[in-house]
C-alpha cells in the first residue's frame, strides 16, 4: 500500500471503530458515524480493496490456551540469505509457540514473539527446536512480563 492513501474523517472514524471492536454491525457502525449503511459499507469496502484494513481477527489470550509465558528469542541467522531465510521463517511460523515473527535490521536478524507453558517449556523449545538449526548462530531470551497493544492504529503525523 502507498504511503500517501488518502484517508477523509470518515475513513478514519471508520478504522478507530473498528479496531476498538471489528464485529460491530454495520448498521452500528453507520450509526456512530452518522452516514447511511450503504455508506458505510462501501466506504468499508474500498479500505480493503485499498489494502488499509487488511484483515478481521480474534485477539486470543494464550494464557487461556495454557501458554501464558511469553518471550521474545532474538535470532542472529548467517549466512543471511534467501536460501536459508525462506525456510526458516516457514519453520518458525509453522511452531504451534510463534505469536508473531519479525524480520528485523540491526544486529539479530528475526525476532519471535513466543508463548509457551513454563520455563522449562521455552528451554527445551530454545535447544530443541532453534539452536539445532545449523543457520541459527546466536539466540538471546527476553522475558515478557506484560504486553499491552495499542488499540487504534492512527495515520503518521508527520
Known sequence: MPHNTELDSIDLAILAELQNDARLPNKDLADRLGVAPSTALERV?????????????????PAKL???LQALLALRVRPHTSQLVD???????????TITL???????????????TDADHLHRLALEKFLVRPEIV????????????QPVQRPSEM
Do not use: M, N, Y
Request: overall charge positive; proline content about 5%; aromatic content about 10%.
Open 138 to 149: 546466536h539466540l538471546q531470551t527476553t522475558l515478557i512480563f506484560r504486553t499491552e497493544h
Open 45 to 61: 469496502r474500498s479500505l480493503r480493496r485499498r489494502g488499509v484494513i487488511t484483515g478481521f481477527r480474534a485477539w486470543v489470550e
Open 102 to 116: 519479525f524480520h528485523v535490521a540491526g544486529t539479530e536478524d528475526f525476532l519471535v514473539h513466543v508463548a509457551v
Open 66 to 68: 495454557g501458554r501464558p
Open 87 to 97: 525456510p526458516l521463517r516457514t519453520f518458525v511460523l509453522g511452531l504451534p509457540e
